[in-house]
């Protein structure tokens, strides 16, 4: 179990949804913390009345994409679906960090990509949906085709009280953030104040995760030196197919498993980076369940975050076995 | 054997083992002594896919892209480069340390971009 720093503002509560990452902003505020006061000041300066809200992260659905190794298409993103629209309380909001989609030079074929993605994910019953774009939807033609289907690639928004930056870490093909988005991200969150709860999302990794594979960000060091200025800062990306914590300084980086397939754990896998083999007897393995629990009010010294993971079946849903219940019953 | 005979035969040689080295992307010094190896970038492989470097000597890398733009990223080196799609681009590079590293494409060139690497033994 891991123990995330009790500053963080997050509490990732509950037993959250299968795939994706279930997110409560439920900070100090209300456990009478320090930055209660702020959290007043910000709701009056914003408009917006402070108040806990979760939200869930969906990664890499990679629609178009039809294996190998994951023959499900997309089934687990539309699992997905059903299961945040089973939630006992609704999410405020989605964050998809990217490969919505799986690439393709065929114009035409990425538009009906794109529009299959959002058919989906229109199904979501959550008001506020918003994305960032993958290498694989926006690094082959800089970003134009996005653009057009889904608006900015990099921008910004409050949400009850939480600052919520979209960064673009593909679109110039390459992995890296550029000059111009960088002195955006600085003038963006210059207006507030270093204790600001501020979420960052984006989809490569902001740090050297592993290189070799491209699990990095070249300008990452200069984005994380504007980032690192906030003490309520957490980054939520994808890309890398697997759950991922990391910190740098007082920043936690979450990543979040895909929609598709996973990668082996980076650290001591030599050679090549080839995807987790499909396990037809479990479908859905290694696109489990994140549960973060907020263990009561922050103590001086004590964490007050901590994460379970747990790998989501289908059978916890039908009762019978693995690929056959997708085979037998294509509602799954 | 003649003069002839011995000059056919040592052309013959000379021009078999040139044509060895090319194809084996072996250095060969340029007009300044410096060695150069010749790189191929194609959609999704190097071209070699493994040089050798020696720490401290200077080489120039000559990259010819075949087809679209491709990355050259390596950073323990100091090589972040694009060769732009059917051009050919030089960069010299001194190791200043020993290793066997992996440098990769970091400009996206397609569905099996993620896995376009080479190795760079440094020694």
Known sequence: MKQPDRRSFLKIA????????LYSAYPAARAGGGTGGFFD??????????APFSFIQLSDAHVGFNGPPDPLGTKAFERAVDMINGLPQRPDLVLFTGDLTHDTEDRDVHVQRMKQFQEISKRINVPVIKHVP?????????????????????YSFDHRGVHFVAL???TRAKPEVGVEQLAWLKKDLARFPKTAPIVVFTHRPLFDLRPDWEWFTSDGDDVMNVLSAYDNLTVLYGHIHRDDEHQTGSVHHYAARSLIFAFPDPIGATGQ??????????PFKNLGIRSVSFNGAPQPGSASLSIDDIELTAREFRGINGVQQLLRNPNV | MTRMKLFRFTLTMVLCFSALALLTGATRPDAGDMPVIDITAKRFAFSPDKITLTKGKTV????HSEDVTHGFFLRPLKLDEEIPAGQTIEVTVTPQQAGTFTLICDHFCGANHGNMNMTVAVE
Do not use: C, W
């Open chain 1, 134 to 154: 993958g290498e694989h939807d926006a690094g082959l033609d800089g970003g134009a085709l996005y653009r057009e289907m889904f608006g900015d690639t990099h």
């Open chain 2, 60 to 63: 120039k890398l000559r990259i």
């Open chain 1, 168 to 170: 673009d870490n593909v």
């Open chain 1, 41 to 50: 000041s910000l709701g009056q300066a914003n408009g917006e009345k402070v």
């Open chain 1, 14 to 21: 509950g037993s959250s949804l299968g795939i994706g990452v």
């Open chain 1, 273 to 282: 980076r080839k995807p987790m083999p499909f396990d037809k007897d479990h």
